[in-house]
């Protein structure tokens, strides 16, 4: 099975939407001169997409791996997928901490830093602010985990009760006290588990017969319900750390799982996915890992003074432009130098070589 660029396009799409709907809210509260339409708030439903295609790859890349040795490399390489990475921002973020405190903590919130360190649940926000996303993502590695112990035929029932318990849960119980069982139950694993049905069903018999009309019909059904879902408000960029609402995460999950089994089928038929959207997608990770940090700095250059320009709309759609460029750029480079020879040495270590399956290649990257 050959690899899917639309997976890897996906992924720089959704890091482009997270940073698009975080310079939208510090266009509105640090600029003299916001420019950034409203639009930008859907960049939010970026992390309901992240969400989604991990699914749907998790899925893919465990769907013939089986037993506890397995689950036990997978979950071994998915720490040292995300946790190298991860901590060179949070170790450079405590460093300015450390010698610059108000730069890190203006708004004098509580830090949790063992919990920021290790990725834990935790009632303080951590000290890379983007980072409570990874703590959901490590519990559906989790669970993915232990679904290597159950019968291939059996996962898609597995999914549908983990489903169905989320969402009565959501629906008629309260916001859990405990930060523990807060991820357990949080809304995106709905999310999370489109993906993942998704990502079954595109392995299965039935998923190998999805090519031409069935792509499109997918694909405009997946952006129907992305569409019913902003024109029912589901999308309104508000806090999601804590919960989110069911009809965002039904829509939106529902949308995009279909959208993106409509585009990788579409793919198969003979669509060619934009280069330059896939190696955004290589370096996703390290883009929605450093936007922020890039952006502050940006930001304390410009709103210092520091750099010279007349005040208006257009000193700050300059402004924008060399941010957005920098994220872009340094991500780029930052991949290219610390991410992908951390992924290399993974895969290339004999601890981490999953047995070889058509799925596992077919995910590559993950």
């Not at 983990?162 to 357990?184: E, I, K, M, N």
């Not at 883009?287 to 208006?312: C, E, K, N, Q, T």
Request: proline share 5%.
């Amino acid at each position: 099975m050959k690899k899917i660029h639309t997976l890897q396009a996906a992924r720089g799409l959704a890091a482009l939407m997270v940073l698009g709907f975080h310079a939208y809210g510090f266009d509105q509260k640090f600029l003299s001169h916001p420019v950034l339409p409203d639009l930008f708030t859907f960049g939010q439903t970026g992390l309901d997409l992240f969400f989604v295609v991990s699914g749907f790859v998790m899925a893919m890349t465990t769907a013939n791996r089986k037993g506890l040795t397995e689950s036990a490399s997978f979950l071994l390489h998915r720490a040292f997928r995300i946790y190298p990475t991860y901590w060179i921002y949070f170790f450079t973020l405590v460093t300015v901490q450390l010698l610059l405190p108000s730069m890190i903590n203006k708004s004098g919130r509580q830090i949790d830093l063992w919990g920021s360190f290790l990725l834990l649940p935790s009632e303080a926000l951590p000290l890379l602010v983007v980072a409570w996303s990874l703590t959901l993502e490590l519990w559906f590695y989790l669970v993915f985990a232990m679904l290597m112990l159950v019968p291939k035929k059996k996962v898609p029932w597995v999914l549908a009760a983990w489903l169905a318990s989320v969402l009565l849960f959501r629906a008629f119980g309260d916001v859990p006290a405990d930060v523990y069982q807060r991820v357990v139950v949080h809304p995106f694993g709905v999310e999370f588990i489109f993906g993942a049905l998704a990502g079954c069903l595109w392995v299965s018999p039935v998923g190998a017969g999805l090519s031409g009309a069935r792509a499109v019909g997918l694909s405009v059904s997946g952006l129907a319900l992305v569409v019913l879902a902003c024109m029912l408000g589901a999308v309104d960029g508000s806090d999601v750390i804590s919960t989110a609402s069911i009809d965002r995460v039904v829509l939106i999950g529902a949308g995009y799982s279909l959208l993106l089994l409509g585009m990788a089928a579409a793919e198969r038929a003979g669509l060619r996915v934009w280069k330059p959207l896939v190696a955004l997608g290589d370096c996703s990770y390290t883009l929605y890992l450093s936007h922020m940090v890039v952006m502050a700095v940006w930001a304390a250059a410009w709103l210092s003074g520091r750099i010279a320009v007349p005040a208006g709309p257009g000193s700050s759609a300059v402004f924008w432009g060399l941010t957005f460029s920098s994220c872009v750029v340094y991500a780029l480079i930052a991949y290219g130098l610390t991410e992908r020879p951390l992924l290399a040495f993974v895969r290339s270590s004999r601890s981490f070589k999953p047995r070889p399956t058509s799925a596992s290649a077919s995910a590559s990257p993950t």
